[in-house]
């Protein structure tokens, strides 16, 4: 089974790396494959409502510019799905925002009924907010949520401050540790089992009759 993780901080060795690396480690020590995936620094693209990827049946967003679709493809052969961010005004990055709302919009089927978690890493505040902001889209999706001792969470500022969080590393570990052993339940008998759903029902609030 594998983990993809991605960093979603333009710092590709920064703090929110660091964690993700607990994690990492913490999780091939409990027999998964884990890959961490950067975003980087080059620009990702903010969906525009042009519904392409549903319209044309494409299992991908139509822009193919960025490291969007990449990852999608990561995913098809990945059992669960971790995004750390830095906190930035209290929130994600811009580009963690844009890519998961890409991801899953476009390639919703890879992800639903995967196990999902999300990282906040900040100097002092805003991580809360920040790590709710993540989670949602997850919720979504019937992405069950791993959680952990405590918020998943680290703090620090310069690079390789987060590593000294000892308390945040630990959670990093409990996040790991607590992901493995949902994955090995999911996957217990080899195909992995999921529970049946009724069909959707969306209703909007705003109504026309006759």
């Avoid at 822009?63 to 799905?81: H, L, P, Q, T």
């Avoid at 680290?154 to 540790?177: H, V």
């Avoid at 195909?191 to 109504?207: D, L, S």
Wanted: net charge neutral; glycine share 8%; charged share 20%.
């Amino acid at each position: 089974m594998k983990v993809l993780l991605v960093n979603a901080s333009p710092r590709k060795e920064g703090n929110t790396f660091t964690a993700l690396s607990e994690v990492a480690r913490q999780l091939e020590k409990n027999g998964l494959e884990a890959e961490i995936v950067q975003l980087g620094v080059k620009p990702v693209r903010s969906c525009i409502a042009c519904n392409q990827c549903k319209v044309k049946g494409l299992g991908h967003c139509v822009f193919d510019d960025d490291v969007c679709n990449r990852i999608i493809e990561k995913m098809a052969d990945s059992d669960a799905f971790i995004i750390g961010s830095p906190v930035y005004y209290g929130q994600p990055t811009g580009a963690a925002l844009s890519v998961v709302q890409r991801m899953l919009y476009s390639a919703g089927n890879l992800f639903v009924n995967k196990p999902a978690a999300s990282i906040a890493v900040c100097r002092r505040g805003g991580a809360t907010a920040a790590l709710q902001t993540l989670n949602m889209p997850f919720q979504m999706m019937n992405m069950p949520v791993v959680t952990s001792q405590y918020w998943n969470i680290a703090y620090g500022r310069e690079q390789g401050q987060a590593a000294l969080d000892t308390e945040g590393m630990q959670t990093m570990r409990t996040l790991a540790d607590n992901m493995a052993f949902l994955l090995k339940k999911i996957h217990a008998d080899g195909a992995p089992q999921y529970p049946e759903r009724e069909a959707w029902q969306p209703m909007h609030f705003i109504r026309q009759d006759g």
